[in-house]
């Protein structure tokens, strides 16, 4: 390794982890990849503990019950109102009728008594303020980024995200909100170390996913409530399954595939949150919604099986050549290179195939390799990425999460909430756009702290021997401390990695 | 589950250019005289051109030292007369009516004790009020301000002010309790910031030179010399200055309408930055011009905030050092020593121009190069703190500006 160790360490913290917090460099300096697969290695890596986190189901039945309260509510105020008019009405028509006989008493009055706008106070509009599902979504923010920012190296994070990208979900769609954060706990978080195909059979049968991609309503039109109802399947989960999770796009799946596919998992949903307050909310395979019979997927048949038909057909897919390749080329894009060193991407295809999906030994493939360490800086980090590394760089903290959901819906890639299921875009020049917005949050956060740091030291901290000449010389003429920091977080060796 | 949020969620994060910040009370001794003193205290931050901003157009070596590049009487944009020697930069025509109006004065070759010439030493001593650069976790208007006797509490509706921790500027930190307050808008980032940025990229990372061109609009920058010459291709740079004049007056006018409130603060400093103009600086229709185009609307700003209230008034803004005071070889002016302080508003003692001229010539200047610094900043800050919101001698010369005991209050800057 041609590399002296702290400009190897500090490749590391920023290609791999969520860049150097003050002092991260000189201690991973010994052995920087050691210390990569020392985190991999350390025991409870990945999970978060944080005990007020809601579980799926608890989530999910927690925003149920607001919406019904709140509609409740609504409907009240309505009857209300409603009763508040009719009365007024009524009281409208006496008088008219008084009126008339005054006037039959040749008396001119003033006024009609028809009640006016003005009479009527309209009820007091109160902000009710973040409902439930919008509350959930903030502490499961507030998790995913204090486990980033509190992270050593943060490559575990760095995988959560990783993956959470590659099976996404979005939180604007139906009711997926409250429980987007959940799913990133239970379905990626909790096996990015794991076999993919464990990871593959959570995300699928998950009511977040489920629900995203519109298989909780897919029925089988042989099923008993296809025939009661004359509906049928939906295809949507089915072909992102095979086109975006597992195999890749044209990687020699037809349509009949994905149609007998979707056959497949039809019933697979979650139990009715009207009906079951204990369970609603959870994931649920519905007999009655599922399509009987035989499907064949990629030449192969698979018998009825309830259930168990639909995990065979994920798990084949796991195990595929295809989605070995279509990962591992994805790891490496995300992590390495927009151009992915083939060599490299076969290793790991490899690896993937040799270990039965591993992704632990997939990953230690991917930080052990040469190609990982010699790939030139050229990866523009993603926004909420280069937030994280600017917040640890300069010793920030999030006091109020909202911040950096505000600043990320800025720089275009707002949490959990991508605008399609292919996720954000792990190539650098979907995002070079961006960087004058980068530059409004740099100065932003230069002014908010950068008058209590030293921007030469966060330059050691924070980049080390990774900064140029250049860089060091225009932060140490920068007319001012805030100047200073803004331009250290604008670099090309902070923006890069 | 737990979900408890505070106040603000934007505003926080601003806490910086524009921001304002003040003390929690209201200043009792100055009350009971039957007087409700406002200070507003402008730190700018990159080192103002003095001789840029206020000429001296009767010194015999002035034209020859600045040769084109200098504010004249007779130029193509003629210079504002203040006296028989000194004249205005006429992009600030608000600041010369109010010193018509006697509400506004300059103070001329003035500078901290600092003698070096780096920013962050420099702004270091301006703001902590202390001989040297060095650690210190206090600024020397907080430490005014410790020393005043409060009286009533001013108003911090959370919607417009907070309790801040730490994170504030220098001068305002401190003992002493201090509120912010932050406009609602982001604050740009200066043309400045923007050059230097795209004078890095172009260093060391053409693909994002490329995109800081295009997004700024500012793709003909020449090349020659790095930032030289703006140019601006016939439309504003987008953070450019007509965003940073609109920030300025939004930022100004609005901390002023706070302060101006029968409960709000009386005593609070704000800061802008921008100012370091080592290339193309422009003091005649350019950047500069346009900086200060923008602090004069500021200031105008102040005065239309403040309402009645503008008869107690004094603005003071300050900055950490003056320029040189040759051009150099890209048009525009390196770190410097003296420089100028401005003052306005209704309570001051204005009309006035208050220097001890060192000259500018070869002989005269500081170190052969820089406005050679003959009043001491803390002498006009202890003069304003003293006469107008009723600091004692005795905290000036010890807490407030510790060993500054030969430096006398400037007396006499109060109407």
Redesign the interface.
């Known amino acids: 390794m041609a590399l002296d160790p702290k400009t190897f360490a500090a490749t590391a913290l920023h290609r791999f982890g969520f860049g150097p917090r003050a002092g991260s460099i000189a201690s991973v300096a010994a052995d920087p990849r050691g210390a990569l697969l020392a985190e991999l290695d350390r025991p409870g890596a990945g999970r978060i503990a944080n005990s007020d986190l809601l579980t799926t189901g608890e989530a999910a039945r927690a925003a149920f019950d607001f919406r019904q309260e709140r509609k409740a509510a609504r409907l009240a105020v309505r009857s209300e109102r409603e009763a508040t008019q009719q009365a007024i009405k009524k009281a409208a028509d006496d008088a008219k009728a008084s009126s008339k006989a005054d006037m039959a008493q040749a008396e001119i009055k003033q006024g009609d008594g028809t009640p006016t706008e003005a009479m009527q106070p309209a009820p007091a509009k109160v902000n009710p303020g973040p409902g439930i599902p919008q509350l959930i979504y903030l502490e499961e923010a507030k998790a995913r980024f204090d486990s980033a920012l509190n992270a050593e190296i943060g490559l575990i994070d760095r995988l959560t995200w990783f993956w959470s990208n590659h099976f996404c979900v979005s939180a604007d769609k139906g009711q997926v909100r409250p429980i987007c954060g959940a799913y990133e706990r239970e379905a990626i978080r909790a096996n990015v170390l794991g076999k993919f195909s464990d990871m593959l059979l959570v995300v699928e049968s998950h009511p977040a996913m489920l629900l995203y991609l519109d298989n909780a309503g897919s029925i089988g039109p042989n099923s008993i409530a296809g025939q009661r109802r004359g509906k049928g399947i939906n295809e949507n989960l089915a072909r992102e399954i095979m086109e975006l999770h597992t195999l890749g796009v044209q990687s020699g799946y037809s349509q009949e595939d994905v149609t007998n596919f979707a056959n497949v998992i039809t019933g697979w949903t979650f139990r009715p949150l009207r009906q079951d307050p204990q369970h609603g909310g959870e994931f649920f395979f519905n007999e009655r919604m599922h399509e009987p019979g035989a499907q064949s997927v990629l030449g192969r048949s698979y018998g009825e099986g309830g259930y168990e038909q639909g995990r065979a057909v994920l798990l084949m897919l796991a195990c595929h050549p295809a989605t070995a390749k279509h990962v591992s080329t994805k790891l490496v894009r995300h992590f390495i290179a927009d151009n992915p060193p083939p060599a490299l991407v076969d290793r790991m295809t490899k690896k993937f195939l040799d270990s039965g999906g591993d992704l632990k030994e997939v990953t230690k493939t991917l930080v052990s390799a040469r190609e990982s360490w010699d790939a030139p800086r050229s990866k523009l980090k993603r926004p909420a990425e280069w937030i994280v590394s600017s917040m640890r760089a300069s010793g920030m903290m999030i006091s109020d999460v909202r911040r950096v959901i505000n600043t990320l819906n800025l720089l275009g890639e707002p949490l959990w909430r991508p605008s399609a299921p292919k996720g954000f875009s792990d190539e650098s020049a979907d995002w070079l756009d961006g960087l004058t917005q980068r530059l409004d949050i740099a100065n932003e956060i230069a002014h908010r702290i950068g008058g209590m740091t030293d921007p030469e030291a966060v330059a050691d901290d924070a980049l080390g021997p990774l900064a140029s000449t250049e860089t060091r010389q225009t932060i140490a003429r920068a007319e001012s401390r805030q100047q200073a920091l803004a331009l250290l977080l604008m670099s090309p060796e902070f923006q890069r990695r | 589950?737990?979900?408890s949020?505070?106040a603000s969620?934007?505003r926080?994060?601003?806490?910086?250019?524009g921001?304002l910040f003040a003390w929690a009370y209201l200043p009792k001794r100055a009350l009971a005289e039957g007087r409700d003193p406002r200070l507003l205290v402008v730190v700018l931050?990159?080192?103002l051109d003095g001789l840029a901003t206020v000429a001296p157009v009767g010194d015999p070596d002035w034209a020859r030292l600045r040769g084109d590049k200098a504010l004249l009487l007779d130029g193509a944009l003629p210079a504002l007369a203040l006296n028989s020697f000194f004249a205005l930069n006429p992009a600030m025509p608000n600041l010369y009516r109010l010193y018509q109006a006697k509400q506004a004065a300059v103070v001329h070759a003035v500078a901290t004790p600092y003698r070096e010439r780096s920013?962050?030493d420099g702004?270091d001593v301006l703001e902590s009020g202390l001989a040297k650069p060095g650690a210190t976790d206090s600024g020397w208007l907080n430490r005014a301000l410790a020393t005043l006797e409060p009286a009533g509490r001013a108003e911090a509706k959370p919607q417009n002010a907070f309790a801040v921790g730490?994170?504030?500027?220098?001068v305002v930190r401190g003992t002493a309790p201090v509120l912010s307050w932050t406009p609602p808008k982001?604050?740009?980032?200066?043309d400045?910031?923007?050059m230097?940025?795209l004078?890095?990229?172009r260093?060391?990372?053409p693909?994002?030179a490329r995109?800081?061109e295009e997004?700024?609009g500012l793709a003909a920058i020449a090349r020659a010399g790095g930032m030289d010459q703006p140019m601006k291709n016939g439309q504003p740079a987008?953070?450019g200055t007509a965003r940073v004049r609109a920030y300025f007056a939004e930022a100004t006018g609005a901390a002023a309408k706070f302060m101006a409130r029968p409960d709000g603060p009386r005593i609070g400093a704000l800061a802008f930055?921008?100012?370091?103009t080592h290339a193309a600086e422009g003091a005649s229709g350019g950047r500069l011009a346009d900086l200060l185009g923008a602090l004069d609307g500021a200031i105008a700003a102040v005065e239309t905030g403040m309402g009645e209230a503008w008869k107690e008034t004094i603005i003071a803004v300050i900055t950490e050092f003056g320029r040189t005071a040759h051009i150099n070889g890209t048009d525009g002016t390196d770190h410097g020593t003296a420089t100028v302080a401005l003052l306005a508003g209704g309570a001051l003692k204005g009309g006035r121009v208050i220097t001890d001229w060192p000259g500018v010539n070869e002989v005269t200047l500081y170190e052969k190069r820089d406005l050679k610094a003959t009043t001491d900043l803390r002498a006009v800050l202890k003069g304003l703190l003293r006469d107008h919101v009723r600091v004692s001698d005795k905290a000036l010369a010890s807490s407030v500006f510790p060993g500054s005991q030969d430096v006398q209050p400037m007396a006499g800057l109060t109407a």
């Open positions: 589950m737990t979900c949020f505070h969620s934007r926080e994060l601003l806490l910086g250019s921001a931050r990159g080192a920013h962050f702004q730490p994170v504030t500027p220098l982001l604050p740009p980032a200066t400045d910031t923007v230097r940025l004078d890095l990229y260093h060391t990372d693909a994002l995109v800081m997004r700024m987008p953070g930055d921008g100012w370091d």
